[in-house]
Structure formats: structure tokens, C-alpha cells
């Protein structure tokens, strides 16, 4: 999955890794507001006075933003190189960003970093929005560390092979969401739950999966989940509903993967092991780029109201966070632009989008499109405001 986000650090870049739509008041809404008003003046002339009324409702925090703000809280951005381009100052200052992304060529030190996080966070101080920023990686453990040299040390491969697997998952937990706070970052995109098949395959072949038995990799998965939130740092469940059976040469940052389990495997195995994780509250599922035929044979997961909705909130109650993976992604070619695949995204029901090509104009044509859709009713308008909320929920949550 996702070269642009999760290539493993030490190895070859080739092994890789809504539903919303606008705002506004319903017509409910404005007639229960207008019989309340009424009864408050039958009250207020029956002599029982303002004491009697109810307080009035604290507006959203979403309320006191423009269209486009609210909008730009569902886009997390990313940039090249070591320092952050003055634009990416200027939109946090704008109020219209929501998260940053960091890859190793981002990081030249835990110090160096560390500035980076501050100053972005200064930024964010000056901003009409006061909750933090989400600042994210991918600390996966093994090969996939982006802050080198930081635990987790133990991939999850390696952890799932330990004498005490549970005990591993924990320190790699509690150890991951150290690592990160050091730093100031508050959301890491892991663990993966992928299930693999053979060895080797696409997420073997870089230890990327605790087991090929789903029973065990879902409870490590739950283990390091509730370790690194524990400690204050969001986990991110990936790749949504699995991408255990791809092989090693089924890359979706690189083009079109189609995944063809049977409905009751891809229930039994591949979702079956995300279900102790969300049962452990985890913050953030990550959706991959794959086909699932026996799902939806027209869409990737990330794309796909069936299995976003469907499979992920309806059947197995996931009611937090979805993130997409990287949108520029090859996987996605045939589904048109950056402002067309946040479009179908969202239309599918995830809250963030990952905009990860180290390139800022990438996350203003995501939020470009989005304030458009939202502006004209192309997205649901109670919808946008379920994942504004969801997302401000997340974050208020976070340092």
C-alpha cells in the first residue's frame, strides 16, 4: 500500500506499502426554532419568566467557520524536503488545514523535527481553530519507521513470533506513542492488520503483518492500539478490509489491485481481524485502494459506500474517524484528478483525506473540490457535518 506513505525506510521503494455533502439548516430545524420561540413568549406572558427557559443551545464549532474551513479540517497536506513552504504556514494560519503527514525525508533529526512541529503548531495558534492540528506518521515498528531509530524497534512480524506476543504489541504500543510525543506528533498511522497469506507476499515481505491467523493478529493489533492511546497518541487501524492476500507484486500505490476472496473469507479473516481493534476504541480506521469484488466490484475501498458504510460502520460498528489512504495513488487512475477522488471519497464516507504527495497544491485541490461540493449540495449536508464532527471529536481529544 501506499509508497507515498508507508515505503519502508531502510528498503527498496518498490516493495511499497461520503458519504458527506454542505451545510445548513434542515426544515425541522427552523420550525422546531420557530415553535420554541413562540413558546417562549407564552411562558415569558404567563408571568413565569426567563428562568423557566431553557438555555440556548451552544452553536457547533464548526458554526463560526466558512464553508471552505470547515472543508480544509478534512484535508491533512504534505511537502517536500526539510522545511515546511511558507503556504503550508498560510493555510494552517487560514484555518483551512487539518492535519500535516511527515516522511523521512521530512525528518533530519528528533530535533530538527520537533521544531518543525512547533512551529506549525505556533501557526495553528494564530488560526480561528483552536483544536490541535493532527500531526501524523507512519511509526509502524521494523522497516517502517519514519523517526529512525525509535521504537517500535520489533516489527509486527517479529512481535507476533515473541514467546509473549501481547506483552510485545503493548511495549510496541506504549513505545510507538513515546516516540511520537517526543516530537510533538499526536496520531500515528498504525498498526497494520492486514492478514497475510504466504509468505513473502506484499506485506510479508516487509513484516508488516503479525500472523497469518486473524484471531491473533487482530488481538495484537488491539494490544498496541490501547497501549498508544493510552499514552495519548491516536492509532490508525490499516488497510481496511484487508490487504493480506495481495501478493507481492499487487501494489496499489503502483496501479490497479483487484482482491478476489470470497465474501465470507474477507468477513472471516481479513475484517474479522479489525474487530478487537475497534472493539478497543481505536480512533482512526485507514481504508486501502484494493477491488473487492465480492463487495463491490466497481470501487476500491476507500471509494466504495458499500464497504465504508456497509461493511465498516453498519456491520462491524466502527464509529470513528475513516481516513483514505495516499490519494495519488496509481490505484486510482481511472477515478480522474485529486478534486475527483476527494469528491468520491467523501461521497463514500471518509472523514479525512490523505494528501500525500509532498506537494501542497495536491491538498488544495482536494479542499478546492470539496468546498465546491459542499457549496452546491454535491455532498449531503448532514453527512459533511458528521465527519466536521467526528474529526473535531478526534481532536479535541489530542494534544
Not at 525528518?107 to 495558534?125: E, H, K, N, P, W
Not at 497475510?196 to 503483518?209: A, H, I, K, L, V
Not at 509532498?358 to 452546491?376: E, F, K, P, V
Amino acid at each position: 500500500m501506499n509508497l507515498s506513505s508507508s515505503e519502508p525506510d531502510n528498503a527498496p521503494q518498490s516493495a511499497g506499502a461520503a458519504f458527506s455533502r454542505g451545510a445548513g439548516m434542515s426544515r425541522r430545524t427552523v420550525l422546531t426554532a420557530g415553535v420554541g420561540a413562540v413558546a417562549g413568549l407564552a411562558l415569558a406572558g404567563a408571568g413565569l419568566g426567563a428562568a423557566a427557559l431553557p438555555a440556548a443551545a451552544t452553536p457547533p464549532w464548526w458554526a463560526k467557520l466558512s464553508l471552505r474551513q470547515q472543508a480544509g479540517q478534512r484535508v491533512i497536506y504534505s511537502y517536500p524536503g526539510a522545511t515546511p513552504p511558507q503556504s503550508l504556514f498560510d493555510a494552517i494560519a487560514a484555518g483551512e488545514v487539518g492535519g500535516v503527514i511527515f516522511f523521512g525525508e521530512n525528518i533530519l533529526s528528533l530535533t530538527q523535527i520537533a521544531g518543525v512541529v512547533a512551529d506549525l503548531r505556533a501557526a495553528q495558534a494564530s488560526s480561528p481553530i483552536k483544536e490541535p492540528l493532527l500531526f501524523m506518521t507512519d511509526q509502524e515498528g521494523g522497516y517502517i519507521r519514519r523517526l529512525r531509530g525509535q521504537q517500535p524497534i520489533l516489527s509486527e512480524k517479529q512481535i507476533g513470533l515473541q514467546p509473549d506476543p501481547d506483552a510485545a504489541a503493548t511495549a510496541a504500543g506504549a513505545g510507538a506513542a513515546a516516540a511520537l510525543r517526543n516530537v510533538g506528533m499526536n496520531l500515528n498511522l498504525a498498526p497494520v492488520l492486514d492478514v497475510f497469506r504466504t509468505p513473502g507476499n506484499f506485506d510479508d515481505q516487509w513484516e508488516r503483518s503479525y500472523s497469518s491467523d486473524p484471531v491473533l493478529a487482530g488481538r495484537l493489533g488491539a494490544d498496541m492500539v490501547t497501549a498508544q492511546q493510552g499514552a495519548g497518541v491516536a492509532a490508525t487501524a490499516k488497510h481496511f478490509p484487508g490487504l493480506g492476500a495481495a501478493t507481492q507484486a499487487q501494489n496499489t500505490d503502483l496501479g490497479p489491485v483487484t482482491l478476489t476472496q470470497s465474501l465470507s473469507e474477507l468477513r472471516g479473516v481479513d475484517e474479522f481481524a479489525f474487530s478487537p481493534a475497534i472493539a478497543a476504541g481505536v480512533q482512526l480506521v485507514m481504508t486501502s485502494w484494493a477491488i473487492y469484488p465480492a463487495i463491490d466490484a466497481t470501487y476500491p475501498a476507500g471509494l466504495s459506500t458499500t464497504i465504508v458504510q456497509g461493511e465498516l460502520r453498519s456491520r462491524l460498528g466502527f464509529d470513528g474517524v475513516t481516513i483514505t489512504d495516499a490519494l495519488e495513488a496509481g490505484a486510482l487512475d481511472a477515478f480522474g484528478d485529486t478534486g475527483a477522488r476527494s469528491l468520491l471519497a467523501a461521497q463514500a464516507g471518509m472523514d479525512l483525506l490523505l494528501c500525500s504527495a509532498r506537494d501542497m497544491s495536491q491538498g488544495q485541490d482536494a479542499l478546492d473540490a470539496i468546498t465546491a461540493a459542499a457549496g452546491d449540495g454535491t455532498l449531503n449536508p448532514g453527512h459533511f457535518k458528521q465527519a466536521l464532527g467526528r474529526v473535531q471529536s478526534l481532536r479535541a481529544g489530542l494534544f
